[in-house]
T-cell receptor, first 114, second 111 residues
Framework: GAGVSQTPSNKVTEKGKYVELRCDPI?????LYWYRQSLGQGPEFLIY????????DSGLPNDRFFAVRPEGSVSTLKIQRTERGDSAVYLC????????????FGPGTRLTVL | QQQVKQSPQSLIVQKGGISIINCAYE??????FPWYQQFPGKGPALLIA?????SEKKEGRFTISFNKSAKQFSLHIMDSQPGDSATYFC??????????FGTGTRLQVTL
């Protein structure tokens, strides 16, 4: 079956621009997670959704970052006024339920802010 | 604050040898410890996981050893193969659902 998909695979933008990153989770998975992975580091948690609501957004670094999941399936991570320090791979994962269910990761979106 | 410390940063093992990666955690609320394998350009994939009520879990060539009192756990890869060459991440979670990852170990298995 289809896994988690993320689009675009690569995004290059200029400092100060707005970007949107999309995640399509595995069908039927109620929990969806966003992580950010900098070069040579482990993924860092940003936010997770249980259904349509953000259950935990404690990892969002500041108010330039925002994520939505309006219908409980596809999610969009939005970054305003991008900065060079936002350059990283943004990973999305989904699991059948929240908690300790296995999180299945997508291939990520590589964001480069020039 | 780094809640999960992982070592070594990189590891070179000969084919057929044993690869050992170690992790230590601080948060006693963690109660589920997965290991993920990541190939270049791919997302992490679950390899094996353990709960603290057991001291060891084995799946094929992969074994997790867990020491609750020391708050340490390790991954052993027996009979390492070139196809095992990847970056390995330990992780931890609890009721909060989010995963806290270690910094990763880049494993290279040579012929």
């Amino acid at each position: 079956g289809a896994g988690v998909s993320q689009t675009p695979s690569n995004k290059v933008t200029e400092k100060g621009k707005y970007v949107e990153l999309r995640c399509d989770p595995i069908s039927g998975h109620t929990a969806l997670y966003w992580y950010r992975q900098s070069l040579g580091q482990g993924p860092e948690f940003l936010i997770y959704f249980q259904g349509t609501g953000a259950a935990d957004d404690s990892g969002l670094p500041n108010d330039r970052f925002f994520a939505v999941r309006p219908e409980g399936s596809v999610s969009t991570l939005k970054i305003q006024r991008t900065e060079r320090g936002d350059s990283a791979v943004y990973l999305c994962a989904s699991s059948l339920r929240a908690g300790r269910d296995t999180q299945y990761f997508g291939p990520g979106t590589r964001l480069t802010v020039l | 604050q780094q809640q999960v410390k992982q070592s070594p940063q990189s590891l070179i093992v000969q084919k057929g040898g044993i690869s050992i990666i170690n992790c230590a955690y601080e948060n006693t609320a963690f109660d589920y410890f997965p290991w993920y394998q990541q190939f270049p350009g791919k997302g992490p994939a679950l390899l094996i996981a353990i709960r603290p009520d057991v001291s060891e879990k084995k799946e094929g060539r992969f074994t997790i050893s867990f020491n609750k009192s020391a708050k340490q756990f390790s991954l052993h890869i027996m009979d390492s193969q070139p196809g095992d060459s990847a970056t390995y991440f330990c992780a931890a979670t609890g009721t909060a659902s989010k995963l806290t990852f270690g910094t990763g170990t880049r494993l290279q298995v040579t012929l």
